[in-house]
């Protein structure tokens, strides 16, 4: 649901100014940008709703998963690139396979769960 709204408001505010983008694995970089902002603010959010944490844990889980879940994907977009292939599978034909909608979670489930560990042991 997050990911919607992030990417209507990159929409609107990529109508209302024409910048110059550079792409990376055809998404700009101003895009990745609002999506790390924007997970920062849901997990201010989260820290109201959910206080048996601090704010700051939430902000550091919400920094991990995005910047892990973007990495993620662009790795299985260089594996692709790599090999040639547009498609990872067909299983699932017209959205490039399952490992492209698993390919977030291959780095972000790791580094969630180190990320819990070194947390929760202080």
């Known amino acids: 649901m997050g990911k919607r709204y992030c990417s209507i408001l990159y929409w609107i505010y990529?109508?209302?100014?024409?910048t110059n983008r550079t792409y990376l694995s055809q998404k700009s970089v101003e895009g990745f940008i609002a999506g790390i902002l924007f997970t920062?603010?849901?997990?201010?959010?989260?820290?109201?709703?959910?206080?048996?944490?601090?704010?700051?844990?939430?902000?550091?889980?919400?920094?991990v998963v995005s910047l892990s879940g973007t990495l993620g994907d662009l790795f299985e977009s260089l594996i692709k690139r790599t090999?040639?292939?547009?498609?990872?599978?067909?299983?699932?034909?017209?959205?490039?396979?399952?490992?492209?909608?698993?390919?977030?979670?291959?780095v972000a489930v790791p580094a969630v769960y180190l990320y819990l560990i070194i947390f929760l042991s202080f």
């Open 83 to 106: 090999c040639a292939v547009k498609d990872a599978g067909q299983l699932i034909p017209g959205h490039g396979g399952i490992l492209d909608r698993i390919d977030s979670l291959i």
């Open 14 to 18: 990529n109508r209302k100014t024409q």
């Open 40 to 63: 920062l603010l849901a997990s201010i959010i989260y820290a109201r709703v959910y206080t048996e944490f601090s704010t700051f844990f939430w902000m550091g889980f919400a920094f």
